[in-house]
């Protein structure tokens, strides 16, 4: 496979973007050029997905023909290329929901190309090899983020995206703090070179410091308990597009990273698999609770993304193929429910006299939306863990690989996570879809459309009664990350 292919998955949505402000005068040709970009990048990343699984190498690209470790090296092996195509395929789904959504900020001319420079960034972030390279591709993930919810509908959004900017800075110091100790100690950012360096001496002095500050990143970064505190409103105040990305998708940058940290930098490191249990737990709690007693559908769905991402922490934490592979699933599978569920309360909102996803408006509204009923009450079966969605299928493989590791302790509080999870998914479809409306509220005739999250759950639905492929893909992926020898061999020698 011809070692470029490396590159489209974010240069393709980096070019779209600067030529869809070309037709930033004609909305309807900018968001399908958009839509198309997304579609093309997506069949990129599809590509060398397939390859690098047929092929059973990684595919690498050095920049500027500088061989490893000197220069940037571009990496698509099969957990990076996976996660570029969950999160276009997702980012796809968002744009063909903004196409049909009554925001004002979707008609704004940047609207698109910084949804583009937000896949840039997030992909890049997923096939870079080298750590500084991480940090560039994790602003640009920020400036995009954080401007797309500046410029929302709601009021809220500048306070929401000021929060998420300076906490995003402070994550971005932790990762340059951690850039320059590994480098003080190492000499190399590459992440290949500096897995072989740090097992050869890993008792150099900075080390230690180095390991802290990028798990503090990384925690920020898919909003773990306690850098959790930016996510609620960032992501209830986004525009309905954009918080379910933000919610789905975007958050597994940090996830992505936990599985590079126990599965390459730190082998072994038994006390940070430890910590990953121990925040996960805390996690599917803390998010379980929280959606639990609030009052708002975008802001429950918010906090539920803690809960979830709990559980793939604990099979991360855990470390062992079968947990990694339900690590990953449990990611895909997330992503697809969660950006659903989050466009379908953004319909209701729509739909509601006062647009918000406050309960005490939206209560009732699904007496006249009733596909969009049944949408609800199958993504939130998902989200629980209930067949045949492929919900059920990531988490008895979370449940299974505790047993694989005779870890019946934090199983048992998994166990009592996921109860809560069915309370406030039953709750909400309760308040929805059987209380009766306010006094004197009126739905709207129009709203949002539903093609999107109809796609996004379908999807799942057939993920779950046929989720061999998935399943297959992430137990291959997981032999590959429990065995490092192949990344290194192919990148660190080059």
Known sequence: MNT???????LIPLTGAALALLVRGNRVVQAGWTLGTLLTALAASGYLLYGVWVSG???VFQMGAWVAPFGISIVGDLLSATMAVMCQLVIAACVLYAMGSKDTVVTYPTFYPLVLTLTTGLTGGMLTGDLFNLFVFAELLVISGAVLTAISDDRSGVEAA????????LAGIFLLIACGSLYISYGTLNMADLAQRIAADPGQPLTGVALVF???????????VPFHFWQPDFHTTAPTAISALLSSVVVKLGVYGFIRLTTLLFVGHAGLRVLLVILGVVGVFFGGLGA???????????????GQIGFMLVAIGWGTPLALAAAIVFAFNHALLKAAMLMLAGYLASRAPVKTAAFSVIAGLGQYAPVAGILFLLGGMGLAGIPPLNGFVSKLMVFRSGVEVSDYAVLALLGAGSLISLVYVGRAFTRLWWEP?????KARPDGDRLYAPALLITLSLALGVWGEPLVSLATTTATWLTDPSNYLKVIALQ
């Open 292 to 306: 639990t007693g609030t009052h708002n559908a975008k802001r429950m769905l918010a906090y539920s993304t803690l």
């Open 4 to 10: 470029h292919i490396a590159l489209l998955p974010f």
């Open 57 to 59: 190498q990684p595919v």
């Open 162 to 169: 000021f929060k998420y900017f300076y906490i995003s800075v």
């Open 437 to 441: 409306m306010p006094a004197g509220s």
């Open 214 to 224: 990028l798990i503090a990143f990384f925690m920020v970064k898919s909003a773990v």
